[in-house]
């Protein structure tokens, strides 16, 4: 099942000189993750505004084309009350996206179930899961404002994990972590996956996303360029004309002058200079 | 001539009124030297380099930095000896351009205008930014505007550098970049004291690793004999393949590896 | 300003706290002359100290000490009809009347106001307007309305550092510290702004923009005590109001 489709989809910001979308075309399936890149600029943070309806909602601009998310349109003035809970929107700044009225860290990650009407029981549990999911448990009674960067980024996606949403879209979601905290994530996005929701991931991580991704969707310009398997995507050469490199063993045999197909891992890398 | 030592720590003990959040810390870092400080989340990191910057004072023992001591001084007597990058820099930008963002600091220094001028040049050139100096830094992206903070901690040629997630947010490009100013300013003498969970970009720039946990020093050792080889820091990609090919005297870095590998895919296997 | 956690300013239903602070600064403007002006700020002061906030009376005096030295300057030394001597000094009788008055409103409201601040608690104020089933939207204005100040206190000092640590300099003469609030001023108000701006934008985020009934995570107890309170306070604050306008 579709669960976010962009159709000739294109997007421009208030009193911006040229569309941050043109003609964009892609969808990201149910139980499929979906990685966006492009380029700085490319339109992949804009992408997922879209998707969530906050763009042109809260941003002004204006949008043509057509977007269904969950098979409603997202700019409906309808659509918050559809789509409440069901779309999870991860920003690529965690203290932005803070309620900035809990005082601890388990009250932030039950602000929206609590918004949502969730009877207490069922919020009290799932909070708990939530937590014990991104490994913050033992900050359930911090102040949020108080928390580093890396354990912002994790409420928030333990705020977001609690609504068990079927569709995520997320923006950057590792930038403030470490590698633990990456692999957890990635797990988590599997198994959400497994489950059967739809992960959009719009990132510049490829030594993270290459293994997890299912469909890599790279846009440039503002449109989709290129559409496909992600390893097969990297170990070529449309993704440096598209703007975008491989990850850092693919870049490093790309820089060595090795061709296409090039490896992506550190085995395959050993793999091809010790012959 | 005495070369003064741009940071030292004798039996820090700090903390919030609470717990201990660094205690019986002993560092010292001279110039040159490139120091990634890594550990868990509340392990103290920021802390220490918020100390080093005078912006709280050890409950007991010294923090010496630059040469002064920093009990009863603070931040703005600093800033002629260390810069200090924060973690969330976008909150300091004020000025209606980049250069002369840049240029607040060693203005409030009281340098020459042709003094501040060159410097302002030499970072913006450093840091890519030349075609951006006349932008208003809000107009740039959040990765741009994390550059042009560091550039208002390099201009003044500082004895010591904190940085507090350098390469958090930042793209591809821009974290090499940082690692390439970082290592250039090593090679002139600044010391580096940088908070990162960016094992990359460490091997790539850095030298030595001081690891706490829960407030102490667990380690205090070059760092490629801690990244690799303690599980709790895997070998980023180039340091693996590097080492596993035998190159591990090599810098971990695309630029040094390509044309070693270039070579050995022309000649066949090479003595390491 | 922590309070203890059995104090009775942390207990009270939250509603009970900004209710009395409003009943006390009502009152305050409505009561006429010296006498009743000083009882009610007496009252102020034995409320503060009985909550457990009584630190609030203490940190109320740094705003109101120059206040009060320029209402008695301004009322005693320049104002009209008879006159009084004090240590060599010509006051008017009316003036310090007048001046006694407005201080002691002014201290009771700003009394009331911080230890209303101290105990005020955002959570336990939206489970209760969310327990009353009222729309969560009044409860979050009221709520970053009374959290603006201190933000901005943060995000200032946050600001302040960062200048600091490149060498602005806040001591030093008249004209060094104009020049140092542009660093300041700026990216906090821009900051601010910001704020704003990206608040509706996170709260959409964290359906907090629909039209769904809040639930009370931890819906705090409203007993009769509480209740009984709120309306002796507003019966008194209207009271005075009465009293003002009658008398």
Known sequence: MTALAFDEAGF?????????????????????????????????????????????????????????????????????????????????????????IAETVAQEVAFAPANLGWPRERIHSAVDRAMEALGIAHLAARDPSTL???????????????????????????????????????????????????????????????????????????????DGAPQDLLRGDAVWDAGVGSTTIGTLARVAGVDAPRPLTVDEGVARWTR | MDTVTPLVLESVHFDYGGDAVLSEVSLRVEPGEGVALLGPNGAGKTTLTRLAMALRHPRSGRVVTGGRDTGGRRPEDLADVAGYLFQHPSAQLFERTVRAEIAFGPGRLGWTSGEV????????????????????????????????????????SPLLLLLDEPTAGLDRAARARVAQVVRARRAAGTAVLAVTHDLGFAVEALDRAVVLERGRVRLDAPLLDVVGRDPAFPAPPLLELSRRLGFAAVRPAIESLAPLLTSRAKFGTLEA | ???????????????????????????????????????????????????????????????????????????????????????????????????????????????????????FSPSRFVDAVAEREWSFSVAYLVVATLLALPRFRARAAVILEAQRSRGLRLRGSPLSRIRALGPITFPLLLGALAEVDERGFALETRCAAGSARRTALAPPLDTTADRLVRWLAAGAGMAAVAWRVVG
Not at chain 1, 205 to 216: F, N, Q, S
Request: charged content about 10%.
């Open chain 2, 117 to 156: 001028e060159r410097a302002v040049a030499t970072v913006l050139l450093e840091l890519g930014l030349e075609s951006l100096a006349a932008h208003h830094p809000y107009d740039l992206p959040e990765p741009t505007r994390r550059l042009v903070a560091l550039g208002a901690a390099l201009v003044s």
């Open chain 1, 12 to 100: 421009t910001y208030p009193g911006a000189a040229a569309p941050a979308l043109a003609q964009c075309t892609f969808a990201a399936e149910a139980g499929a993750i979906t990685w966006l890149t492009g380029p700085l600029g490319a339109g992949t943070s804009t992408a997922l505004l879209l998707a969530a309806g906050l763009a042109p909602r809260h941003t002004g601009g204006h949008r043509s084309g057509a977007v269904r998310t969950l098979g409603v349109d997202p700019a409906e003035p309808g659509a918050p009350a559809i789509l409440g809970g069901r779309v999870a929107l991860v920003l690529s700044s965690p203290a932005a996206q803070l309620s900035g």
């Open chain 3, 1 to 119: 300003m922590t309070l203890a956690p059995g104090a009775l300013a942390a207990r009270a239903h939250p509603f009970t706290p900004l209710v009395v602070t409003a009943a006390i600064a009502v009152a305050a403007l409505a009561v006429p002359g010296p006498g009743p002006a000083l009882a009610l700020y007496a009252l102020t002061l034995v409320l503060v100290v009985t909550t457990g906030t009584g630190q609030a009376a203490l940190r109320a005096l740094v705003p109101l000490a120059p206040l009060w030295f320029f209402l008695f300057l301004l009322h005693g030394v320049l104002g009209e009809g008879g006159r009084v001597t004090v240590e060599g000094i010509s006051l008017s009788r009316d003036g310090l009347a007048l001046a006694t008055t407005q201080a002691a409103r002014l201290g009771a409201i700003a009394t009331a106001s911080l230890a209303m601040y101290a105990g």
């Open chain 1, 148 to 226: 580093s960067g890396g354990e912002m980024q994790r409420v928030v996606l333990a705020a977001m994990l609690v609504l068990r949403p079927a569709l995520w879209l997320l923006d950057e979601p590792t930038s403030a972590l470490d590698s633990a905290g990456r692999a957890l994530l990635h797990d988590i996005l599997r198994s959400e996956a497994a489950r059967g929701a739809a992960v959009v991931v719009a990132s510049e991580d490829a030594d993270g996303l290459y293994a997890v991704a299912d469909r890599l969707v790279v846009l440039s310009g503002g449109c989709a360029v290129l």
